[in-house]
């Protein structure tokens, strides 16, 4: 989102004499800057502390290497919570994080198409008939 945020920035132009000093009657040009526009995350704050916990603590019990979950508003795509495990602090200097920690496995790692439809049928199984 950087294009969106950076914005333009302005510029003035002047003649001056030889001390830089900007003569009063000279040529002058400007360049308004343009303010950068805003973004809005859709990451919901209670959902994603949610997420976060319920999957360090999945992972943990079932000894996986990693985990990663996406909560997705289905209507709009909008991301509501995006949570992997395990995580580090970037404030603890001390710790050595693994490699994978250092980086979101849900947006970074390639996986297996069929991993995701496994969870669509399953979904799809356990709806009650209307």
Do not use: C
Not at 1 to 11: H, I, N, P, Y
Not at 40 to 54: E, G, H
Not at 61 to 69: F, K, R
Not at 85 to 102: G, H, M, Q, V
Request: hydrophobic letters at 40%; charged letters at 20%.
């Amino acid at each position: 989102m950087q294009s969106v945020l950076a914005g333009t920035d302005g510029k003035s132009t002047a003649e001056v004499d030889r001390a830089g000093r900007v003569i009063p009657t000279g040529a002058t040009s400007s360049v308004v800057p343009v303010s950068g526009r805003n973004v809005q995350l859709t990451i919901d704050r209670d959902l994603q502390w949610y997420a976060q916990q319920v999957l360090a603590q999945k992972v943990a019990e079932t000894q996986a290497v990693n985990g990663s979950a996406v909560v997705m508003d289905v209507r709009t795509g909008e991301v509501l919570a995006l949570a992997t495990a395990p995580t580090f602090n970037p404030d603890d200097r001390s710790a050595k994080p693994r490699s994978d920690a250092l980086r979101n496995v849900a947006i970074g790692d390639v996986y297996e198409p069929g991993s995701v439809n496994k969870v669509i049928t399953a979904a799809a199984a356990s709806r009650p008939a209307s």
